[in-house]
């Protein structure tokens, strides 16, 4: 099993003059590093470099700026084409820095939410896409592993049981799922049930308390987690999640206006701690 973090436990923003945050993760004991790119990201040749001489895997997911035109779940074929030219291009850049998955809501888009019922042309539409997706990740060498997100967010799939519909219409051995204990919160009722589910495509767990604060001391029922992961054999990736609360509204344009990440380091050390007792 191996756990990392995600960069924006420190920083809202990457660019070139992050890289010492490689040196801290590793040094914080960390195995991998989740990156969030977007149009106002770019990735260089020394991101894969410094990664690779550290042994710390990477992540790729979209997080930054993010059109919201680039959504294969669209019905406008224009816009549904974009959105797969939008992933590609990620994809390969994420090939580049030798990242080892890329993921997120790629099915849709965070903040798309209509207020109608689930229709199959939507879905059809994803799994379309979410197939030409993970084939050109499968030719990169990069696994496409996607998030249920809570229904604040998405109406498309927001419990594991969805994505693994969704999997199974889209067809591609290259697609994954990425289980996020925080957005699952409003969403299911047995989480055990919801980790086991995915038996044998889980490919990481993002770790958020409900608050998006250091897991422990919330209600996200860690230990029926855990029971369900050693049942399943999962060998995966845990990887803790939250947005740093100390950078002037940062926080606050993620919809998080409680002080629970002031400290990457001290955040990554508490996880760490919690995490691995389990």
């Not at 770019?42 to 990664?51: D, E, I, V």
């Amino acid at each position: 099993m191996k756990f990392g973090a995600h960069i924006f436990l420190w920083s809202s923003h990457w660019d070139a003059t992050q890289l010492p945050l490689l040196d801290r993760a590793k040094a914080l004991g960390l195995d991998c590093l989740e990156i969030a790119v977007g149009d106002d990201v770019q990735l260089s040749p020394s991101l894969g470099k410094r990664a690779a001489a550290l042994g710390l895997d990477l992540v790729i997911s979209p997080g930054g700026t993010w059109p919201m035109e680039c959504d294969i779940s669209l019905s406008d074929a224009a816009d549904r084409a974009k959105g797969i030219a939008w992933h590609r291009h990620w994809i390969s850049r994420a090939a580049e820095v030798g990242a080892v998955a890329y993921t997120g809501a790629i099915y849709g888009h965070p903040g798309n939410v209509q207020n109608l019922p689930l229709r199959d042309d939507e879905l059809r539409r994803a799994a379309d896409g979410l197939h030409a997706l993970a084939e050109h990740a499968a030719d990169c060498g990069v696994v496409l592993a996607i998030e249920p997100m809570s229904h604040f967010r998405t109406h498309l799939i927001n419990t594991p049981q969805q994505a693994m519909q969704l999997i199974e219409l889209a067809d591609h051995p290259n697609l994954r799922v990425l289980i996020d204990t925080y957005h699952i919160v409003t969403e299911v009722r047995d989480y055990a049930a919801a980790v086991t589910s995915a038996a044998g495509t889980l490919w990481g767990i993002h770790a958020c308390e409900n608050d998006r604060g250091v897991p422990g001391g919330g209600i996200v029922p860690w230990s029926s987690i855990f029971a369900a992961l050693r049942e399943i054999g999962f060998d995966g990736c845990i990887i803790m999640e939250s947005y740093n609360s100390s950078i002037p509204g940062f926080a606050e344009s993620h919809g998080m206006f409680h002080n629970v990440c002031p400290d990457g380091d001290r955040f990554v050390r508490e996880g760490l701690r919690f995490l691995r007792a389990k």
